[in-house]
């Protein structure tokens, strides 16, 4: 079994990717977008924490998260996000038997990456990253062509 090292810092600001289990030819995440969205939203009213920036797309998602000071547990908000979106969501989806044994979905990759934001400038390449992801993957030409992003919250703050 892989031995998995997290980095636990209160008040930590972390980047994520989180991916489905079947990415080729998967559009669950957009076509599921307000559904996802409700299901960050209730998970912020339980366990509150800031999203500096996030793009969708249609297997992945990448987001920039803030934690409160006293906080530092990302793993349990990503636990309840998933689950939350998973129960609402029909069962179609192929599973293994180990998944079916153990009473799983097989809508997530059961691991995700993470990585804590180190410094400023750190900070603003993994936002300019999140940003160009739907260019880098050939969804659109431009960033702001892109409607599953917070890309049009920076654009209108300047």
Request: glycine share 4%; charged share 30%; proline share 4%.
């Given at each position: 079994?892989?031995?998995?090292?997290?980095?636990?810092?209160?008040?930590?600001?972390?980047?994520?990717?989180?991916?489905?289990?079947?990415?080729?030819?998967?559009?669950?995440?957009?076509?599921?977008?307000?559904?996802?969205?409700?299901?960050?939203?209730?998970?912020?009213?339980?366990r509150p924490f800031k999203i500096i920036a996030w793009v969708i797309l249609p297997e992945h998602m990448?987001?920039?998260?803030?934690?409160?000071?006293?906080?530092?547990?990302?793993?349990?908000?990503?636990?309840?996000?998933?689950?939350?979106?998973?129960?609402?969501?029909?069962?179609?989806?192929?599973?293994?038997?180990?998944?079916?044994?153990?009473?799983?979905?097989?809508?997530?990759?059961?691991?995700?990456?993470?990585?804590?934001?180190?410094?400023?400038?750190?900070?603003?390449?993994?936002?300019?990253?999140?940003?160009?992801?739907?260019?880098?993957?050939?969804?659109?030409?431009?960033?702001?062509?892109?409607?599953?992003?917070?890309?049009?919250?920076?654009?209108?703050?300047?």
């Amino acid at each position: 079994m892989s031995n998995y090292h997290r980095m636990w810092a209160p008040g930590g600001t972390y980047f994520f990717t989180i991916n489905l289990l079947e990415r080729n030819n998967n559009d669950l995440l957009v076509r599921h977008i307000r559904l996802l969205r409700e299901c960050v939203e209730k998970e912020k009213r339980r366990r509150p924490f800031k999203i500096i920036a996030w793009v969708i797309l249609p297997e992945h998602m990448h987001w920039l998260w803030k934690l409160p000071e006293d906080d530092c547990d990302f793993a349990t908000r990503w636990r309840r996000i998933k689950t939350d979106f998973s129960l609402g969501i029909p069962k179609i989806e192929r599973l293994s038997t180990v998944r079916a044994k153990r009473g799983e979905r097989g809508v997530w990759q059961r691991r995700y990456w993470e990585h804590q934001i180190r410094d400023e400038n750190d900070l603003l390449a993994h936002i300019a990253y999140i940003h160009l992801n739907p260019v880098k993957h050939g969804y659109v030409q431009e960033a702001s062509d892109w409607p599953y992003s917070s890309f049009h919250h920076y654009k209108n703050m300047t």
